[in-house]
């Protein structure tokens, strides 16, 4: 199968993005069975990066398995705002980590090696564990998945939690509602079910004046910087237009 009649199947099927994908497609095929059989997952609607098994993400190509959240761009904010705060000595966790983008990219480019990372979905961490070293992956709900010696000991928390309304989870793009695990995307009733336990746990493992960020949506923002406020960080909206990104970042009381 020649690229112009992968581009022509591709773009038949909606890919905007055609040519590059193709491209790629093409890049990461062993055979022509094997480009066919690619070919054939995209155009049936898997995300391309399923189809690839990576997501770019800072120029880092991040391991995503299927139903694994898949990295959005947006987030690379998140990795801007924390870098600000880390240091030599920084204890940085990733916590609802998916594969671990944000901690994979903390690693490669701000100046702590000390990095962990922590999921509920077990399909999540394996990925994880594919992209920084396996044993600081932890799997579990939360908090409660890191070792209790971190308690009180956390630097710089960077946090993807779910956001989604569960009743706006019918709404998003196909290639999110169809493909990635729920547990990554339902954020309950008003999408901040997940935020609040963040916001109620957060200061008991964080060290006094420790620096949190968690992103949001933009119509959620004040109502996530609120929960961390109400717990006693000082706590403000970040907006990245660029990126169309919103984040909470938060300063643990001292």
């Given at each position: 199968?020649?690229?112009?009649?992968?581009?022509?199947?591709?773009r038949?099927?909606?890919?905007v993005?055609?040519?590059?994908?193709?491209?790629l497609?093409?890049?990461?095929?062993?055979?022509?069975?094997?480009?066919?059989e690619?070919?054939?997952?995209r155009?049936?609607?898997t995300?391309?990066?399923?189809v690839?098994?990576w997501?770019?993400?800072?120029?880092?190509?991040?391991?995503?398995d299927?139903?694994?959240?898949v990295?959005?761009?947006?987030?690379?904010?998140?990795?801007?705002l924390?870098?600000?705060?880390?240091?030599?000595?920084?204890?940085?966790?990733?916590?609802?980590?998916?594969?671990g983008?944000?901690?994979?990219a903390?690693?490669?480019?701000g100046?702590?090696?000390?990095v962990?990372?922590?999921?509920?979905?077990?399909?999540?961490?394996?990925?994880?564990r594919?992209?920084?070293?396996?044993d600081?992956?932890f799997l579990g709900?939360l908090?409660?998945?890191?070792?209790?010696?971190?308690?009180g000991?956390?630097?710089?928390?960077v946090v993807?939690?779910?956001?989604?309304?569960?009743?706006e989870?019918?709404f998003?793009?196909?290639?999110?509602r169809n493909?990635?695990?729920?547990?990554?995307l339902?954020?309950?009733?008003?999408?901040?079910?997940?935020?609040?336990r963040?916001a109620a746990?957060?200061?008991?493992?964080?060290?006094p004046?420790?620096?949190?960020v968690i992103?949001?949506?933009?119509?959620?923002?004040?109502?996530t910087?609120?929960?961390?406020?109400?717990?006693?960080?000082?706590a403000d909206?970040?907006?990245?237009?660029?990126?169309?990104a919103?984040?909470?970042?938060?300063?643990?009381?001292?």
């Open positions: 199968m020649d690229e112009q009649a992968i581009v022509v199947r591709l038949s099927a909606g890919c993005f055609a040519e590059d994908e193709a491209r497609l093409r890049e990461a095929a062993t055979d022509v069975g094997g480009l066919t690619l070919v054939d997952r155009v049936s609607g995300p391309l990066e399923y690839l098994g997501s770019e993400f800072r120029g880092l190509r991040i391991a995503v299927d139903g694994v959240f990295p959005r761009r947006r987030t690379e904010f998140l990795v801007d924390a870098l600000a705060e880390v240091r030599s000595s920084s204890v940085v966790v990733d916590l609802c980590c998916g594969a983008a944000l901690a994979a903390v690693c490669a480019e100046a702590s090696t000390n962990a990372a922590a999921d509920i979905d077990p399909a999540a961490v394996a990925c994880a594919r992209n920084l070293d396996a600081r992956v709900d908090f409660a998945a890191l070792p209790s010696a971190s308690r000991r956390l630097d710089v928390l993807n939690a779910p956001y989604v309304p569960t009743a989870i019918t998003m793009p196909s290639e999110a493909f990635e695990a729920t547990v990554a339902d954020g309950g009733y008003d999408g901040l079910d997940v935020h609040r963040v746990e957060a200061a008991e493992w964080l060290v004046g420790g620096f949190l992103e949001t949506s933009e119509r959620q923002a004040e109502r910087r609120a929960l961390f406020a109400d717990q006693g960080f000082a909206v970040r907006r990245d237009e660029d990126r169309d919103t984040a909470v970042t938060a300063r643990a009381p001292r």
